[in-house]
């Protein structure tokens, strides 16, 4: 094998790699997103929708996580609080999702449906959408910081061998 082939192979999948990022941000988010628009499938079962209690649910995956890399007890004292703002953080996004999702559908109910309302409630979405993705690789970077390479490689090779579809714990 030559270096250029060593080098290409090397880059594609550094390639695959990152784009298996989006993927965790994305299923991250979609937890996310689903609380705040009041659960969904299952959600009942995993103590995520209402009445459910969505922290401990996350706070028992990332239990699974830390556990699978063995992560120190330092770690985890330091990945606690990022998990804890991140979820303290996001709660207000919730909220206003399940606004928005609320008055989108008043805005379906109406005798009229007024596009120029539905428009601003899609970029409202889109919006707190952005700012909960922001939120979410800031908490992504900083528990990166926190585990060595070889722990996040390991939380990259279990997500790819999990499928894009699954999450930690299942």
């Not at 030559?2 to 994305?26: E, K």
């Amino acid at each position: 094998m030559n270096l250029h082939t060593t080098n290409f192979r090397s880059h594609r999948r550094h390639f695959w790699l990152l784009l298996s990022i989006p993927a965790l941000v994305l299923g991250g988010l979609g937890l996310v997103h689903a609380q705040g628009m009041g659960g969904g499938p299952g959600w009942g079962m995993m103590g995520g929708g209402p009445g459910g209690d969505h922290h401990a649910f996350l706070q028992k995956r990332m239990e699974k996580m830390l556990d699978g890399v063995k992560a120190t007890d330092a770690q985890r004292a330091a990945i606690k609080p990022i998990v804890d703002d991140l979820q303290a953080k996001m709660k207000p996004l919730h909220e206003q999702g399940a606004a928005i999702h609320d008055q989108m559908m008043a805005a379906f109910a109406a005798p009229s449906v007024d596009a120029g309302l539905v428009e601003n409630l899609r970029q409202q979405g889109l919006r707190l959408h952005d700012d909960g993705s922001r939120l979410f690789m800031d908490a992504l970077v900083k528990i990166g910081n926190v585990l060595t390479v070889e722990q996040r490689k390991q939380v990259l090779e279990h997500l790819k061998e999990r499928g894009p579809r699954h999450h930690f714990g299942r």
